[in-house]
């Protein structure tokens, strides 16, 4: 009768080979750890702050009032971000009045439509 495993191994042939293999040493930890601690050249990771989306926090809740008038009209509107933009804003300038996030210019942060309506608004002196 021939035997079903490859190379017409038979089973208990078959099971000393892998028997073999595993007490090799070539899981073992010892060469694990060599080639972990060989690692000479590699350069050290050195983080850096985010460019935008990460700011520090407001630990002294400078404005969280702000910030509440702001998720209250979320909650009002159903979410709908648009309706609040002006919160919005107000929001992010106490943040930079504050050093709690670099200064941007409102119209790059989104809101030159609502800067050019106020000083629409606004009548001139002359």
Do not use: V, W
């Not at 971000?81 to 992010?92: F, K, P, Q, V």
């Not at 050019?116 to 002359?126: L, M, R």
Request: a positive charge; hydrophobic letters at 30%; glycine letters at 10%.
């Amino acid at each position: 009768m021939r035997s079903a495993l490859p190379g017409g191994a038979g089973p208990a042939r078959f099971l000393s080979r892998s028997r073999s293999r595993s007490r090799s040493g070539s899981g073992s930890g010892a060469a694990r750890t060599m080639s972990t601690a060989m690692n000479f050249g590699a350069k050290s990771f050195k983080p850096r702050p985010p460019d935008k989306g990460a700011f520090p926090l407001d630990h002294f809740g400078e404005c969280s009032a702000s910030k509440e008038r702001f998720m209250e009209c979320l909650r009002r509107s159903g979410f709908q971000s648009g309706a609040c933009r002006e919160l919005s804003m107000a929001y992010l300038q106490c943040r930079m009045e504050r050093q709690l996030m670099a200064n941007e210019p409102l119209e790059k942060l989104g809101f030159k439509d609502l800067i050019d309506e106020k000083s629409e608004a606004k009548p001139e002196k002359s």
